[in-house]
């Protein structure tokens, strides 16, 4: 027997959908409040690269491991919140039933970590006020010889005040992908 290439199926299945009006995503946020993401690249977002395929896969992959292990009762829960009409949605990795007021963020990666990315410290500080915690925890999953173990990247605190100030960034970024949205439909 041959052979069998499942890489279509995946890209497939990890494609780009079109874009929901005035729906965004936390993990997006960074990129967009910080000008990397223009309203442009947003509202027409270019096809995965097959590398980018097999990491968010992997990712997955270890994330799904990590909720087997730490219980899928407490992981991944998902919230939105509507500002101005917008809508942010973001999805908590892991709560701690024994420490009620956390969050954890798990960030895997080929190369171990010495500390967190600016940008998974800002989606972790967006899920505490979304969240009502207040503290956030980043740690990465690590294999070695010994076997299996989180690594703690850092901790961020609670800001409401800095979370409006975000709100507020998208509710303009907003604005001018709803420019576009508009033009785009008059050329339809």
């Given at each position: 027997m041959n052979d069998i290439d499942l890489t279509p199926i995946l890209m497939s299945k990890?494609?780009?959908?079109p874009r929901?009006?005035?729906r965004y995503n936390s993990s997006e946020l960074y990129f967009i409040?910080?000008?990397?993401?223009?309203?442009?690249?947003?509202?027409?977002?270019?096809?995965?690269?097959?590398?980018?395929?097999?990491?968010?896969?992997?990712?997955i992959g270890v994330h799904n491991q990590l909720e087997d292990l730490l219980g899928r009762r407490f992981s991944e829960?998902?919230?939105?919140?509507?500002?101005?009409?917008?809508?942010?949605?973001?999805?908590?990795?892991?709560?701690?039933?024994?420490?009620?007021?956390?969050?954890?963020?798990?960030?895997?990666?080929?190369?171990?970590?010495?500390?967190?990315?600016?940008?998974?410290?800002?989606?972790?500080?967006?899920?505490?006020?979304?969240?009502?915690?207040?503290?956030?925890r980043v740690f990465q999953p690590v294999k070695n010889k010994e076997g299996i173990y989180l690594k703690h990247l850092g901790m961020v605190e609670r800001d409401?005040?800095?979370?409006?100030?975000?709100?507020?960034?998208?509710y303009q970024f907003h604005l001018e992908v709803e420019k576009l949205w508009e033009e785009k439909v008059k050329k339809e």
């Open positions: 990890m494609k780009s959908y929901k009006r005035g409040n910080s000008g990397a993401t223009t309203p442009e690249e947003w509202l027409n977002p270019s096809e995965k690269k097959q590398e980018e395929v097999m990491k968010m896969w992997n990712g829960r998902k919230k939105e919140v509507i500002y101005r009409g917008i809508v942010l949605v973001g999805k908590v990795d892991y709560e701690p039933l024994q420490l009620p007021n956390e969050i954890w963020e798990f960030k895997s990666s080929s190369r171990k970590m010495s500390e967190p990315k600016e940008w998974h410290k800002h989606q972790t500080k967006l899920y505490l006020t979304m969240f009502g915690k207040d503290i956030g409401d005040k800095w979370f409006e100030a975000e709100m507020e960034k998208l």
